[in-house]
């Protein structure tokens, strides 16, 4: 069944992100033209705008031009807070390393890239986020409901008129669907994957855990979560940084030559350790591209909903707070965590690992004639394996895999000095040693991914061996503050289709979703969130380019009347 679930995905997954532009044996798909096109586009209509302004942008989210009495739940502080920690996390920690896993080190350079341009394209959403948001009277018996709601849906609807609703609709649906995966599902999986790998935790029993905390938070609307995640963001990412700049510190004369590597691979890869291959170009490009998209947000009409509830008369007041999200989260914090894996060389090691026959780390590879891989094989009945090493593995045939990486020996024991010699079963979860004992757990040499990649990096390049708890706090606290802050997207998507009272029912269905991503396959929580990923971008991006005229006269006029000055006496 499971084997089927991943098929179809993967099946899916091509289709959102492998149609688009043949070139080569490759293809540029169209999501990624559009992304990419779409940030230049905004980037030269605002006259780059991401450059002349930042400083601005920095001075706004600071308070110092704050009103009180501007419409709005939240502070700018706040309201960048909580989109931060929706894409600050779990995507810097464990989608870094997912991109180099897949496209190699070179997968760094196209995140930057589409963070660039990822900034600009983040001004104009939240722009019309704000220009066209909806502002109510709240309800003080129903906090969960808010004041504020606005977002794609709103200016699709309000900004392009009425013949556009079915638009607005779709990406409404989409977008609570994603909230659901990639902003709930993918960190509740990643949580529980780190805490299995780490303390051998059931996921269930984390996955119930970390549901109620998301629960007993998001059920006090947009006030309780813009407090929480104005705490948690920044003191997690401070921690994060410093931890990082330490490694950085220690390992100064490697920089340079991992910044050299970035940039070669970025054009001309020479291996990634699952996906690229040699000579991958397009792979390289195509995983940092998505793991960029997932790490900033910008494009996908996200970001927007949060920063639409921001305290302000406005709109490019907030577009320019909304500036710094992908520069704080991709240039600087996703940069970081690269750099980390890069220099202590955990990203193509091969490391010692109990490999448990039940978990969802395992998979099924097929290497292909040119020395490259196909996922999501279906699992053979049994797998023949002698002295440790599996036999009568042709080109083409399934090979069991850890993080997709094929495992070439498995032993028996932890310190890997008796090989195993038997029969695998996987529809069993059971290993059968020719002299009957039954195994559910073996041992070998396999690559890590995600989250504990980052963690076996900085527990590498931290001085004692305690570094990897500062990823496993940091893992927790960021993968339990974005599910809170995706809560609050999902449920403005329900507010737009369903009105305010179908706001505590989607929030119960949140919690219940974020158990379920807890006890599912890594690598099946990551397609499905992906696969939605692109589905919202597509209409989004429509809409904001249509008005982009009315962003370029919303910043003219900011910039013309420098609101901010009356504020401090300027």
Request: proline content about 5%; charged content about 15%.
């Amino acid at each position: 069944m499971l084997d089927s679930i991943m098929q179809a995905a993967d099946a899916l997954e091509s289709f959102v992100w492998g149609w688009g532009i043949p070139v080569g044996d490759e293809t540029i798909p169209a999501v990624v033209i559009l992304l990419l096109g779409a940030g230049l586009y905004f980037t030269l209509r605002l006259g780059f705008i991401q450059f002349r302004r930042l400083g601005h942008g920095f001075a706004v989210v600071s308070g110092k031009y704050d009103d009180p009495d501007d419409p709005g739940d939240v502070t700018h502080f706040q309201a960048l807070s909580t989109a931060l920690s929706a894409t600050v996390g779990i995507g810097n920690i464990a989608g870094v390393a997912l991109a180099i896993h897949w496209g190699g080190p070179g997968a760094l350079f196209w995140m930057w890239v589409t963070a660039i341009l990822g900034m600009a394209t983040k001004f104009s959403e939240v722009t019309l986020s704000q220009k066209f948001r909806n502002v109510r009277e709240p309800d003080p018996t129903r906090p969960w409901e808010g004041m504020v709601a606005g977002g794609p849906m709103y200016y699709i609807e309000r900004g392009l008129g009425k013949a556009w609703k079915p638009m607005a609709v779709i990406f409404a649906v989409f977008l609570a669907a994603v909230a659901l995966f990639t902003g709930n599902g993918v960190q509740a999986n990643t949580v529980a994957d780190t805490m299995q790998a780490q303390f051998g935790l059931a996921p269930w029993i984390t996955g119930l855990i970390t549901a109620s905390v998301v629960g007993a938070v998001i059920i006090g609307g947009i006030s309780r979560i813009g407090k929480v995640t104005g705490i948690l963001a920044p003191a997690m990412a401070g921690l994060y940084v410093a931890a990082a700049l330490v490694i950085l510190a220690l390992n100064w004369n490697q920089i340079l030559p991992s910044f050299g590597l970035i940039f070669t691979e970025a054009f001309n890869p020479s291996a990634g350790v699952a996906g690229a291959g040699v000579g991958a170009f397009l792979v390289t490009m195509m995983w940092g591209v998505r793991r960029g998209l997932f790490s900033n947000e910008a494009g996908q009409g996200s970001s927007p909903i949060a920063h639409a509830a921001a305290k302000t008369e406005e709109p490019a007041e907030e577009g320019m707070v909304a500036l710094l999200g992908p520069f704080i989260d991709t240039i600087v914090i996703c940069t970081m965590t690269a750099l980390v894996i890069i220099i202590t060389g955990s990203w193509d090691d091969k490391i010692p690992q109990q490999v448990s026959l039940s978990s969802g780390n395992i998979s099924f590879v097929a290497e292909r004639d040119d020395g490259r891989f196909n996922f999501f094989q279906s699992a053979p009945a049994e797998v023949r394996v002698e002295a440790g090493v599996p036999t009568d593995q042709a080109i083409g045939d399934s090979r069991m895999a850890w993080h997709e990486v094929a495992i070439d020996e498995f032993f028996i024991d932890p310190d890997q000095t008796q090989p195993f010699t038997g029969v695998i079963f996987p529809g069993r979860n059971l290993a059968v040693a020719d002299d009957g004992t039954e195994y559910n757990v073996l041992f070998a040499n396999v690559v890590q991914n995600g989250a504990p990649l980052t963690m076996m990096s900085f527990q590498r390049g931290l001085p004692g061996d305690w570094g990897h708890l500062i990823v496993l706090l940091t893992v927790l606290l960021f993968g339990i503050s974005t599910a809170i802050a995706w809560s609050y997207y999902g449920d403005r998507c329900a507010f737009y289709l369903f009105g305010p009272k179908a706001v505590l029912p989607y929030k119960i269905f949140f919690v219940v979703m974020h158990f379920v991503g807890a006890v599912s396959p890594l690598i099946l929580a990551w397609t499905i969130g992906d696969i939605l990923l692109g589905l919202v971008i597509i209409p989004n991006l429509i809409a904001v380019i249509f008005l982009a005229g009315k962003v370029r006269a919303e910043a003219d006029s900011y910039f013309q009347r420098k609101p901010w000055l009356k504020r401090t006496g300027g």
